[in-house]
């Protein structure tokens, strides 16, 4: 029944590592998202794709790098993992659904994936 | 750019004050107005959302909020708080011609019993 889910729940790994998290939305939406939580409780949006084409690309390290095999799937591959990279990762999703061009961008989140880089 | 301020970084208050917390955003154009909710270890929830018509918005829980466009604001408010509202609250918004939402740094609230 979970709307989006995002696994690993907890994810801690050694400096230099490769990791990859998985998201699966079961909504029917045509967009998804990407963002990382800081200490802090920032919100920072990393990419989000839609109907599986990337359509927001901020500025992240090329060490990420989003995929999204079909549109219900978009995983984060993260290399040569720092410790900076330390944060919860949040997994959205959205209908894009343009009533006269306008998308109203309801965000449904996952419950996230600590992620701790020793 | 357009940009989204939430004036209260931290607030804290007794069970069964009231609450408001303010955000304001910049942006002339049409706009989309969301709550999110993020309690203690968990992940965002939608608290609630102004589309268009009555801007005075009712959410889940007992909150609600006003969108009053000449001073681009959309406060938070509930009349009476509950322990169980201790949360991390963000305001989010999207204008009509973005993609993206656009997020306040949040305000983390605390109720002490």
């Known amino acids: 029944d979970t709307a989006v889910s995002q696994t690993p729940k907890y994810l801690v790994t050694q400096m230099g590592n490769d990791k990859s998290i998985k998201c699966e939305q079961n909504?029917?939406?045509?967009?998804m998202y990407w963002y990382k939580q800081d200490s802090k409780k920032f919100l920072k949006i990393m990419f989000s794709y839609n109907n599986k084409e990337l359509i927001i690309n901020e500025t992240v390290p090329n060490r990420f790098s989003p995929k999204s095999p079909d549109k219900a799937h978009l995983n984060l591959h993260i290399n040569s993992l720092e410790l900076g990279d330390s944060a919860v990762y949040f997994c959205?999703?959205?209908?894009?659904?343009?009533?006269?061009?306008?998308?109203?961008?309801?965000?449904?989140f996952g419950p996230g994936t600590r992620l701790t880089v020793l | 750019a357009q940009s989204v301020s939430q004036h209260n970084h931290h607030v804290i208050l007794s069970e069964a004050a009231s609450l408001e917390l303010g955000c304001n955003y910049s942006?002339?154009?049409?706009?989309?107005l969301f709550w999110y909710v993020q309690y203690p270890g968990q992940h965002l929830q939608l608290l609630l959302k102004y589309f268009s018509g009555d801007p005075l918005v009712k959410g889940i829980k007992g909150f609600e909020a006003e969108f009053i466009k000449s001073k681009f604001s959309f406060n938070l408010r509930k009349p009476s708080v509950q322990w169980s509202d201790t949360a991390e609250y963000f305001c989010?918004?999207?204008?009509?011609?973005?993609?993206?939402?656009?997020w306040g740094a949040g305000t983390k609230l605390i109720i002490k019993p």
């Open positions: 909504l029917g939406h045509d967009t």
């Open positions: 959205a999703s959205s209908q894009d659904s343009e009533r006269t061009g306008v998308s109203y961008n309801e965000q449904f």
């Open positions: 989010a918004v999207n204008a009509w011609s973005n993609y993206q939402l656009i």
């Open positions: 942006y002339g154009g049409t706009v989309n």
